[in-house]
């Protein structure tokens, strides 16, 4: 026997038109597997029905939105819309060239100077010196918030009272007493993770710049992984961008970033 | 009051280069795109990345949108595919849990927790029983009851023909009343059950 699965789905709604819900209705006469799976459909669909919405976390458009800026500001030519004329990028660059001077004398001595949370980030930190590559992941028992992100990417350009690991309530979300700190990543699984979460889906291009620092944290409570880019705008000029990206160290999937220039 | 903003003309002006046309797009869309991929995926933080991904995809595909299906069922054809990515990535073993995963808290390992305090005990039931749906039919599920989106809809959201979307809600709704535990209010008779029989 044939069942008419197609037309149960509306049956069960009350949709079919009265040919086709006559058709069903002989059908039913006749075959009980068809009448219990109507019941049993009505009874999913009205259980389906009370199933309310979840309000949606309000960060969950941040990374993209942040990355629809980047870029715009920065590839205006290459995937981001174009909007502004090219006197504002001309002026921007000459902006950021003027400004590596300051930068070479406030962001490289500051790099990696900041307190870190554990002995062993404080370790890396002291190793590694001004702007050299990172080599180690620190452990920090900090729950970032985007503000914290943002803290981070400042106060590794060198600005004045800012500092990493800063334990400011105002730049980040204070530790719940029940979190449980997780599993140490390697720093090869880290770098692995933030260039899967980042790589470009249409260039296949990893994230850009010299990575100086990588933290094992929390962000807005997800396990993540946050790294610390220094970019360099070419030609031997000096670094005069700070980036940060933090991706989910459980699916290696972005959460945020966001980059500070000085 | 002003009537909203019609997606595709937020569209054709971050196409322009307005870059907060883009921001008004992902925010009107986030609450919807959400509830879509945590009822396929089942898991709070898997739901955020899939909308995570869904946006990032949005912004990098937005060239080619072509107006050829309204923006909601494109990006809903987005949304749908980042979780079936997602959903093929936990299948694979990630990367980052192979070990020391019993050091993780229980959340973190894709087991189900409750997403919503107020949901009574038969929601949360229903809400449960979800995700034992084949992935297939879940979606066309999730799409036909919970979002009440048009059958044709669905089929240009999941590229199928329409007779297979309302097969797969049909086949859908058996398998979840069957998951929640119900049973149908006829018991089969052991005469019409052998008329099935070869």
Redesign the interface.
């Known amino acids: 026997?044939s069942h008419p699965?197609?037309?149960?789905?509306?049956y069960?709604d009350g949709a079919l038109a009265e040919g086709e819900r006559a058709v069903v209705e002989r059908h039913l006469g006749s075959c009980?597997?068809c009448?219990?799976?109507v019941?049993?459909?009505r009874?999913?669909?009205a259980?389906?029905?009370?199933?309310?919405?979840?309000?949606?976390?309000s960060d969950?458009?941040a990374?993209?939105?942040a990355?629809?800026?980047r870029?715009?500001e920065s590839h205006p030519a290459a995937?981001a819309?174009?909007?502004?004329p090219a006197w504002y990028r001309w002026a921007g660059a000459a902006a950021g060239i003027a400004a590596a001077l300051l930068v070479v004398a406030l962001v490289l001595p500051h790099v990696g100077n900041a307190p870190a949370t554990t002995k062993a980030a404080g370790d890396a930190a002291a190793a590694r010196g001004a702007a050299s590559p990172a080599t180690s992941v620190e452990t920090q028992n900090v729950n970032y918030d985007l503000a914290g992100v943002e803290s981070l990417a400042t106060s590794s350009r060198g600005q004045e009272g800012a500092v990493f690991g800063s334990n400011d309530q105002a730049t980040q979300v204070p530790v719940a007493a029940s979190v449980?700190p997780?599993?140490r990543?390697s720093f090869a699984?880290a770098v692995?993770?933030l260039d899967?979460a980042f790589t470009d889906?249409?260039g296949q291009q990893a994230p850009e710049g010299q990575l100086v620092r990588v933290i094992q944290a929390r962000y807005r409570g997800?396990?993540a992984v946050l790294g610390v880019y220094l970019l360099c705008p070419g030609a031997g000029q000096p670094t005069n961008i700070v980036r940060v990206l933090v991706a989910?160290?459980?699916?290696?999937?972005?959460?945020t970033s966001t980059q500070a220039t000085a | 009051m002003d009537p909203p903003e019609p997606d595709e003309e937020l569209v054709r002006r971050?196409?322009?280069?307005?870059?907060d046309a883009?921001?008004r797009l992902?925010?009107r869309h986030?609450?919807r795109?959400?509830?879509l991929c945590?009822?396929v995926l089942g898991d709070?933080?898997?739901a955020?990345?899939a909308?995570?991904?869904t946006?990032?995809?949005?912004?990098?595909k937005l060239?080619q949108f072509r107006g050829d299906a309204a923006f909601t069922t494109w990006m809903h054809r987005v949304a749908v595919n980042a979780c079936y990515d997602?959903s093929r990535?936990?299948r694979r073993q990630?990367?980052?849990?192979l070990?020391?995963d019993q050091?993780?808290?229980e959340s973190?390992l894709g087991t189900p927790v409750p997403?919503?305090a107020?949901?009574?005990a038969?929601?949360h039931?229903?809400?449960a029983a979800l995700r034992e749906v084949p992935e297939e039919f879940r979606v066309a599920?999730v799409l036909?009851?919970?979002h009440d989106m048009a059958?044709e809809q669905i089929a240009k959201v999941l590229d199928v023909p329409i007779?297979t979307v309302?097969?797969r809600?049909?086949?859908?709704?058996?398998a979840?009343?069957?998951a929640?535990g119900?049973t149908?209010?006829?018991p089969?008779?052991p005469a019409?059950?052998s008329?099935?029989q070869p």
């Not at chain 1, 699965?5 to 509306?10: F, G, K, N, R, S």
């Not at chain 1, 819309?81 to 502004?84: K, T």
């Not at chain 2, 971050?14 to 870059?19: C, H, I, K, N, R």
Request: charged share 30%.
């Open positions: 026997m699965d197609a037309l149960l789905a509306e069960v009980e597997r009448r219990d799976e019941a049993l459909a009874a999913a669909r259980a389906l029905a009370s199933v309310p919405e979840t309000p949606a976390p969950l458009s990374a993209a939105i990355e629809a800026r870029r715009a995937g819309p174009p909007g502004r449980t997780e599993k990543i699984d692995t993770c899967r889906p249409t997800v396990p989910s160290s459980g699916g290696c999937s972005i959460l | 971050f196409l322009l280069g307005e870059t883009f921001e992902v925010e986030r609450q795109v959400y509830n945590l009822r709070p933080e898997d955020a990345d909308v995570q991904d946006f990032l995809s949005v912004l990098t060239r997602l990535k936990r990630p990367l980052l849990r070990a020391g050091d993780l808290p973190e997403d919503h107020e949901e009574s038969g929601t039931d229903a809400v599920l036909a009851d919970l059958y007779g309302k097969s809600v049909h086949r859908g709704r058996v979840l009343a069957r929640m119900i149908s209010r006829e089969e008779a019409r059950a008329e099935d």
